[in-house]
């Protein structure tokens, strides 16, 4: 099993929360194209579509990309205090965009995510590297089950919240934050709690909206990983009729061009251009470099009582608050690097499943 350590494995233990979701499946192809990386769990979040389609999806990818040693664990079917939420429109039906996935074989762990967490993290003491792209409901219920998670964590990595920044759900709230503001304000507690104050090596890393939106995955982008895989496919174009599914004969690379069709469709109708951000799989590569981003130390807080800025993200940069800093927030990020990065890990993850 992925979660048990095998001794002379020097590969990076990676546990990664989602709520797959088109970006969350993409950061997962990262992961997965790292050789570099033990992806040791998958913690399934309710979000973009509910909890039952997110470890589908997450099964099946596996699957798909020939992967049998991944344990795959449920997580909450709501959000701590709020209803749940779900982003179809932006996500497509199963969260896959256009695309369908063959179903695996594989099953769910016979414990839950925020379990799994807890296993991840006293399994890899030290070592393991972590990241959250969904809602942060489960790691909020991994925290009250086992409040020295922080210290067993290497490095935690955020997708969510939007710092100076409009929000993508709310005029001022990212959606992760939005879905669960109580889990987000609890994991900020939790960090900070267990370090006792301001550990700058120990602070989540966040990346909010103000950055992973730099992250334009476009049609031309596209077309460079779908060559990378050594594929021949026909470039997604704005003019296509909507719904047009992929040509490509290798099966990663269709799936990616059939979900991310989708994806550029609700971002051209949201007046953003014919392309789509890849918020998920910037933790993915951040969570294995943090070089490729300039982060800043800020206090961070959450609002959970506004009647109009209910999960609105607010880091108090010139420190007015009189708190510690208990958060890294990306501040700048080399799109370019990324895109090279993000190609030459699932370019030749395609071509291996061809
Ligand atoms: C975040 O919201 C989700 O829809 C995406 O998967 C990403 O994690 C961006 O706001
Ligand atoms: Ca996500």
Sequence with gaps: MGGVTTPGDERIPVFADVDTGVDDALAL?????????????????????????????????????????????????????????????????????????PPGAGELTDHDAAEAWVRAARAHPGELIAIATGPLTNLALALRAEPELPRLVKRLVIMGGAFDYRGNTTPVAEWNVSVDPEAWWEVLAFWRGAWGGSEPDHLPMVLGLNLTEHIEMTPTILSRLAAAAGCESTPLCE??????????????????????????????????????????????????????????????????????????????????????????IGVEVDPATFFDRFIERVGPLAKRLA
């Design 239 to 328: 003019s296509d009729e909507r719904g047009t599914r992929s040509t490509a004969a290798n099966p990663l690379i269709r799936v990616i061009e059939d979900a991310m069709r989708f994806y550029c469709e609700f971002h051209f109708d949201q007046g953003e251009g014919y392309l789509a951000h890849l918020h998920d799989p910037l933790a993915a590569a951040v969570a294995l470099d943090p070089e490729l981003v300039r982060f800043r130390a800020a206090a961070v807080d959450v609002e959970l009582t506004g009647t109009l800025t209910r999960g609105m993200t607010i880091a108090d940069w010139s420190g007015r608050w009189g708190r510690e800093p208990n958060a890294l």
């Design 29 to 101: 192809m990262y992961l997965l194209g790292c050789p570099e990386v033990r992806l040791v769990g998958i913690a399934s979040t309710a979000g973009n579509v509910p909890v039952h389609q997110v470890c589908r999806n997450n099964l099946d990818l596996l699957h798909m990309c020939g992967v049998t040693d991944v344990p795959v664990s449920k997580g909450a079917e709501r959000p701590l205090r709020a209803q749940l939420r779900t982003a179809e429109d932006t996500h497509g039906p199963q969260g896959l965009g256009y695309a369908t996935l």
